[in-house]
């Protein structure tokens, strides 16, 4: 039977606050185990939460660029659940009346554009972390992160293939990213993913069964975890099995999905309003002030390169891909106004360095003035676009100038028209056969000549000297 792969997905984005949505304990990530903590975000009785202002401007800001409306009345509620990590016992969140809802955004698959829908984005606070030390047979638990401030963003199911998801989940993590309320770091758990998968035979309204997919940190795992439970789902379906609502974790060293535990419904938390935080009220004037102040995203800013820059709409969509990228292009561009070389290095040389080290185009040892230095040094004669090449990987990683490193190794082009004579002289007396050729009228010999004679110069002849040199001592 055929199926229809039904797919919504869950993000949870930790806020880029300093201090945590309740109480003023930090978010650093990494420090000593607990070190984070005070009688709030641990749950001693007694204590009052506070809400952080500037998680609930972030979670606005997010909304607007989301297209969602914003909830001028909010107010807190209490997911009940028990669990090591949880200190109280229960997670503050929204549940009745999110702060952001009926949203959507765009994605782009295989060339095809299509909307995906925002049901809700609200605001909550995380849990701790359970530390299971193998072989000791201790678990320990880590609050740090308890109370860190999360805007959970849930779609509506109209996904329905692992492309679409990656799609959506790259495209939503590059305008919070954009935004500068989430930094989108999947290791360490900043931005984290959880799609609900179903199938449903091809005609049928009513929604399958649906399995909630965890323990994903990266868009590469996000794909293979829904490729492989969308083969598993069809495999019990086919085989007259039922599918179980269930949540289920990304196993990366067997790749496969596990199941971890049966799948919650919202009465199963017994939410109810949170009486320690009054209702929020959000006022229309503060939200068009923030509407106002909202950065340029990356869907505007790619038809901006296309119109301004004239690059085609495949470079526009790459050096937009990230906000550190776009802007180290343009700071390229206004030293050096020729869009369509830059965007050329940018997105061939630079980026192929910056993937190998793991680097965002901010922290680029090779600066937008360096690599100005270098695309300076070609137009001037003074190297060959051939060794600008193969020394970018050097100003990469040595910290020396471009000109440092040509003048170490020697790579100063000769463009000396006595010097380049003597060697051309040589290469004709090498080749008559082809000699012969050019003058019977054969000019695409002309190349292989040329060649000899960037091969016996050890490629610093100035090409272009070289080849007017030669089509003058031809005749």
């Given amino acids: 039977m055929a199926y229809e792969v039904v797919i919504g997905v869950e993000v949870h984005a930790q806020l880029r606050t300093q201090s945590k949505l309740f109480c003023a304990c930090g978010t650093t990530f990494g420090l000593t185990a607990n070190s984070q903590t005070c009688p709030v975000c641990l749950g001693m009785p007694g204590t009052l939460p506070v809400i952080n202002e500037k998680a609930v401007e972030m979670a606005v800001r997010a909304g607007l660029a989301l297209n969602s409306t914003i909830g001028v009345h909010n107010r807190f509620a209490r997911k009940n659940y028990f669990y090591p990590d949880l200190p109280k016992g229960y997670q503050i969140s929204q549940y009745e009346a999110p702060i952001c809802e009926h949203g959507w955004i765009d994605i782009t698959v295989a060339g095809s554009r299509k ?45 329905s293939s692992s492309a679409e998801v990656v799609a959506y989940l790259k495209a939503l993590r590059e305008l919070l990213m954009y935004l500068d309320v989430c930094d989108g770091n999947m290791e360490e ?39 492989y439970e969308i083969k598993r789902q069809t495999k019990v379906l086919n085989e007259g099995g039922k ?10 060293d067997r790749g496969e999905t596990a199941v971890m535990r049966s799948k919650e419904e919202a009465h199963d938390y017994r939410y109810f309003p949170d009486p320690d935080l009054v209702p929020l009220e959000i006022s229309a004037e503060w939200v068009e002030q923030l509407r106002q102040g909202l950065p340029e995203l990356a869907s505007t800013k790619q038809q901006r390169f296309i119109t301004e820059y004239d690059v085609p709409e ?20 206004r030293l050096y106004p020729h869009p369509k070389t830059v965007s050329n290095w940018v997105m061939g040389e630079l980026l192929r360095e910056l993937n190998n080290s793991g680097t965002e185009a901010d922290a680029s040892p090779v600066t ?28 990469y990683t040595s910290g020396k100038t471009p000109a440092q490193i040509v003048q170490e190794k020697g790579l100063t082009q000769v463009s000396d028209e006595g010097a380049l004579a003597g060697i051309i002289d040589e ?9 012969a050729q050019f003058k019977d009228g054969k000019q695409q010999v002309l190349g292989f000549l040329v060649g000899q004679v960037m091969k016996a110069s050890g490629g610093k002849a100035n090409p272009g000297k070289v080849n007017d040199l030669l089509k003058k001592t031809l005749g």
């Fill in 115 to 159: 909307r995906v829908r925002v049901r809700r984005a609200h605001l909550e606070e995380d849990a701790g972390k359970n530390l299971h030390e193998a072989g000791s047979g201790m678990s320990l638990v880590d609050l740090n992160r308890a109370g860190t401030p999360l805007l959970e963003i849930v779609t509506e199911p109209d996904l």
């Fill in 243 to 252: 599918i179980h609502q269930e949540t289920r974790l990304w196993n990366l």
């Fill in 368 to 395: 937008p003035e360096r690599l100005v230095d270098l695309l300076t040094l070609v137009d001037q004669g003074v190297i060959s676009l051939k060794v600008a090449r193969e020394i970018f990987p050097d100003v």
């Fill in 427 to 435: 290469v004709l007396k090498q080749n008559p056969a082809q000699v």
């Fill in 314 to 333: 495949y470079d526009a969509g790459i050096l937009t891909s990230s906000k550190a990228l776009s802007m180290y292009f343009e700071a390229c561009v």
């Fill in 189 to 227: 758990g900043s931005f984290r993913c959880e799609p609900n998968l179903s199938l449903r035979p091809m005609g049928q309204t009513a929604f399958g069964t649906k399995v909630e997919l965890k323990n994903i940190n990266s868009f590469k795992f996000v794909k293979d975890a829904v490729d």
